[in-house]
Nanobody, 124 residues
Framework: QVQLVESGGGLAQAGGSLRLSCAAS????????MGWFRQAPGKEREIVAT????????NYKDTVKGRFTIPRGNAKKVVYLQMNNLKPEDTAVYYC?????????????????WGKGTLVTVSS
């Protein structure tokens, strides 16, 4: 049984930073791509960032490029989302996700497992 547990959400001011963490258990972490999605009130869940199994490849939503990064630590079975220069439109519930394969994926349909989510609120 795969478990993904997020932490690190909360309230930040515009221009500030937050770091989300996701601790994984249940299967070989280093064999799978990881990602972060988010869902704002009244909107569909959208992909924010993904990283390949070994961290060599990453992909980001256009609106977060240059502000967010998604490092991973395979030895510790964790993936992070470092969020800098936060904007009010980044406000959402953020979900950790594990893909079905070692390579990155591009939509919610390609997700194998989800965390329960952590709320990020950015005030202006």
């Amino acid at each position: 049984q795969v478990q993904l547990v997020e932490s690190g959400g909360g309230l930040a001011q515009a221009g500030g930073s937050l770091r989300l963490s996701c601790a994984a258990s249940g299967r070989i972490f280093s064999a799978y791509a990881m990602g972060w999605f988010r869902q704002a009130p009244g909107k569909e869940r959208e992909i924010v960032a993904t990283i390949s199994w070994n961290g060599d490849s990453t992909n980001y939503k256009d609106t977060v490029k240059g502000r967010f990064t998604i490092p991973r630590g395979n030895a510790k079975k964790v993936v992070y989302l470092q969020m800098n220069n936060l904007k009010p439109e980044d406000t959402a519930v953020y979900y950790c996700a594990q893909g079905r394969h070692a390579t990155m994926w591009s939509s919610a349909d390609g997700t194998d497992y989800w965390g329960k989510g952590t709320l990020v609120t950015v005030s202006s």
